[in-house]
Structures are given as structure tokens and as C-alpha cells.
């Protein structure tokens, strides 16, 4: 389904995030006259397009949308999907890493050995510019975010909360449980792309 979404922009509702990653590459790399963003979500992909004819644009993001849930029936990667991977090196000495053990009833070396044991790819970004919420957390390491957030968390921050892994591109408020630090930018207004992430990057942690 396409609703309108203010003046300006249509919300694509694609019903899952593999089908937001493909028709997201499919913007990008061939942007409809008009379009200025394109936001993916997790079952979403905000269209903005303040110059552009909402009719034919509607039209166009409805012969996408299909193909891109078709195509990806097949289990083909997305188009324009990076096949290279974001290494993150990490020291693991964060405020909560003991409790996260504690939390996972295992030693807080398990918790940094699931932590890099797997690929995670970011499924979206929000929050504040840079910060991508990572998903494909080991499901032992899914714990609850703070109840009561801490008001600064530095940048470079690694951290996790629900089924989520992230990397607090500035210093912000924040309720996600610190692991470590990261000494590797995340987000910089003077670099081309600003960020090392997008929909669908794989990253990798490791222990620094």
C-alpha cells in the first residue's frame, strides 16, 4: 500500500525490511524526477518528493514495489547491496557489560565472543544522523534497555538493546547497554559518504 505522507511525500508500506532494502537500492540508483529522500524502515520506505507528480510517482514507486517483493522471493541479494564488510574494532570495557553477563546467565567473555562471533547488517537508520540500528544480535544477548536512559552517551559508544546492536555516532541521550567503544567514526559532515552505513551493509565487531 502507498499513503500520502504530508504534502510531500508517500509512504511505501513494503511489509518487511529485505523488500525496504531492495526498493530503497532501486530509488537510489535510478531516482524518479522529484524525489529528494528516500527513508527505508523496517516494513516502510518514505518517499519525499516535493517537485514531483504524485500520480505518476505513485504509479512508478507501485511497479517497484512489486517487482522488488517478487524479486526477492528468489533470495537474491538487493540491488546495489555492498559486498564488502564494515569492521568495527571494539574495546569491550562498558558500564554494562558485567550486567549484561549477569543478565545472560554467561561470563562477560561470552557476551564479547557472541558480540563478534556474528555478521549483523544494518537494518535502518534513525535516532540521530549515523546511528544504524543493527539487527541479527545473538538472540542470548537480547536484554532490555535501561529504565532510566543515561542523559550523554559518549560517541563511539557500542552498544545493544532488545535485538539491536548500534554504534552512537555523537554523544547523545541514550538507554542502549554500553559494551564498549569504538575509536572508528561513524558519522563526519566532511566525509563523502558522511557515514559508513546504509540499508543492508554487513558489519562485523571485534575485539580490539
Keep these: 500500500m502507498i ?27 535510478d531516482r524518479p524526477e522529484g524525489v529528494v529522500e528516500v527513508v527505508p524502515g523496517p516494513e516502510t520506505v518514505l518517499v519525499v518528493a516535493p517537485g514531483a507528480d504524485q500520480g505518476r510517482l505513485r504509479a512508478r514507486l507501485g511497479e517497484l514495489l512489486a517487482g522488488c517483493a517478487e524479486s526477492g522471493k528468489g533470495g537474491e541479494p538487493a540491488p546495489g547491496a555492498r559486498a564488502d564488510v564494515v569492521t568495527i574494532p571494539v574495546i569491550y570495557d562498558g558500564e554494562d557489560l558485567q550486567a549484561v553477563a549477569r543478565m545472560a546467565g554467561i561470563s562477560a567473555d561470552e557476551v564479547i565472543a557472541r558480540h563478534t562471533g556474528r555478521e549483523l ?17 545473538d538472540p542470548v544477548l537480547h536484554t532490555p534497555r535501561l529504565e532510566t536512559p543515561r542523559t550523554s552517551v559518549p560517541a563511539g559508544s557500542v552498544a545493544i538493546a532488545g535485538p539491536y546492536s548500534a554504534v552512537y555516532p555523537t554523544a547523545s541521550p541514550g538507554g542502549w547497554r554500553l559494551l564498549g567503544r569504538t575509536g572508528s567514526r561513524v558519522w563526519d559532515v566532511t566525509a563523502d559518504p558522511p557515514t559508513p552505513f546504509s540499508p543492508g551493509t554487513r558489519v562485523r565487531f571485534e575485539a580490539a
Excluded at 5 to 10: Q, T
Excluded at 121 to 137: D, E, K, N
Design 3 to 29: 499513503r500520502r505522507a504530508g504534502e510531500h511525500a508517500l509512504l511505501v508500506e513494503t511489509g518487511a525490511l529485505d523488500v525496504s532494502h531492495r526498493l530503497d537500492a532501486a530509488l537510489r540508483a
Design 121 to 137: 547488517v544494518v537494518g535502518w537508520l534513525g535516532f540521530s544522523p549515523g546511528f544504524a540500528y543493527l539487527i541479527g544480535l
